[in-house]
């Protein structure tokens, strides 16, 4: 019946003039600005949320990392100490570079009743999980070797697997986890010239005179598995001055990188091993840590990384 839109014309000084008005279109222009507005008021409100859940983050992050920077302070010092190694195994590196802050992977060595005895020993999984296992297993080890006296390998790690199930409550049925640990473990006699081995699913290398031989673990974890459950194999071997042995974990082999971005493998390192073995344990200690970094590139880290080399 009435309308909003309406038009005027006049005619002046022989000019005609028309003008139409549109009331809807400059309602329309002021709603569009005040829903502009209104916007920019709610986009203004929401990056204030959005900025104090930003901090509220940072601030629990910094919190978490520094628990774990703490956690890796603890972890060290469970770890034997360098000057201990040095003492007992004067002529050996240990190359050890956690993936995260805190690591799965972690080393052992001690002397006992007359036995030089060291261990590379891989968790389930790595960062704090593997941390926390690695953890359970140095007092284990320590338990066995230090306070019960137990020296040979084979029965260390029969009595850490009995352990590490009683503590973990495993019991083997379906869904209950799985974790435990691979690990390569020597107890050096010098007086007899000989050094004994038993492996987690892990090897024990050794070159003489340039020729590399693998020595096998048994082909279970620490812990609960599907398979059955049978007593680690203990292997004596015969060793002389010079001979050079090597124990490790997988993450070294594991590693992504070159130009292809494959795995390192073993095979690589085996030859690697081979063609530095007339150098010095530390100057060996070095070139495997810039070889590996140089292979991982800008790629990242996959696991734990440690491997050891003892000379005779």
Not at 3 to 24: H, P, T
Not at 85 to 103: E, G, L, R, W
């Amino acid at each position: 019946i009435v309308s909003g839109d309406f038009y005027w014309f006049a005619e002046k000084n022989g000019k005609r003039i028309i003008v139409i008005f549109s009331v809807s279109g400059f309602i329309l222009l002021i709603s569009f600005l005040l829903v502009i507005n209104n916007r920019f008021r709610v986009t203004k409100r929401q990056n204030v949320i959005i900025d104090k859940q930003r901090l509220i983050v940072e601030e629990k992050n910094k919190d978490i990392t520094d628990s774990i920077n703490y956690a890796k302070r603890i972890q060290e010092a469970i770890l034997p100490a360098k000057d201990i190694k040095y003492k007992i195994f004067p002529n050996a590196f240990v190359f050890f570079q956690p993936k995260d802050i805190v690591s799965g992977d972690f080393y052992w060595f001690a002397e006992k009743n007359g036995k030089r005895i060291i261990a590379a020993v891989d968790c389930t999984g790595h960062g704090v999980p593997g941390a926390f296992m690695s953890m359970i297993g140095n007092a284990f080890l320590n338990e066995i070797i230090n306070e019960k006296g137990t020296t040979t390998p084979s029965i260390i790690l029969d009595k850490l697997r009995e352990k590490i199930i009683f503590s973990l409550k495993q019991t083997g049925a379906q869904g209950e986890n799985k974790d435990g640990m691979d690990i390569s473990l020597l107890s050096f006699d010098s007086d007899n010239k000989r050094v004994e081995f038993a492996g987690a699913n892990n090897p024990l290398w050794k070159i003489t005179n340039k020729k590399i031989e693998e020595i096998k673990g048994d082909k279970q974890p620490i812990g609960i598995f599907s398979g059955e459950l049978i007593p680690f194999t203990n292997h004596i071997i015969d060793i002389e001055k010079g001979d050079t042995l090597y124990i490790f974990t997988d993450g070294y082999a594991d590693q992504f990188g070159g130009e292809n971005g494959k795995k390192f493998k073993y095979k690589q390192i085996q030859t690697m091993l081979l063609d530095i073995n007339d150098k010095s344990m530390s100057k060996q200690e070095d070139y495997l840590n810039k070889s590996i970094n140089e292979w991982k590139g800008k790629l990242e880290q996959v696991d734990d990384i440690l491997l050891i080399g003892i000379r005779v």
